[in-house]
């Protein structure tokens, strides 16, 4: 399968933007999805996580309640909203997938990436 990762741009802080990661060459619905993020000077690291089987999900302690991971299997695309951004939001956003298996949190549970998209929060 392949991912192609977009909405990213600058927006000021307390802002939102919805990142988009629009799936094709497989059957999306049967793949866990998940968004991890690499900020300035620093490693990827998980954002959130979603499983294809019951839909749950996880979240990074650093966005919760503020972002939101969701899925429309008849678009064959993985959204994030993310909802009263920070600065330290500040990041290349990067969509992952993996078909079936456990929910995994870390970069190796992932086999299919987008490229990546910016999201710049301004103070």
């Known amino acids: 399968v392949q991912l192609q990762a977009s909405g990213g741009g600058l927006v000021q802080a307390g802002g939102s933007l919805r990142l988009s990661c629009a799936a094709s060459?497989?059957?999306?619905?049967?793949?866990?999805a998940a968004w991890f993020r690499r900020a300035p000077g620093k490693g990827r690291e998980i954002v959130t996580a979603l499983k294809w089987t019951d839909a749950s999900t996880y979240y990074a302690d650093s966005v919760k309640g503020r972002f939101t991971i969701s899925r429309d299997n008849a678009k064959n695309t993985v959204y994030l909203t993310m909802n009263k951004l920070k600065p330290e939001d500040t990041a290349v956003y990067y969509c992952?997938?993996?078909?079936?298996?456990?929910?995994?949190?870390?970069?190796?549970?992932?086999?299919?990436w987008g490229q990546g998209t910016l999201v710049t929060v301004s103070s």
């Open positions: 992952a997938a993996q078909r079936y298996g456990g929910l995994r949190v870390d970069e190796a549970g992932y086999t299919y």
């Open positions: 060459g497989g059957t999306f619905r049967t793949y866990n």
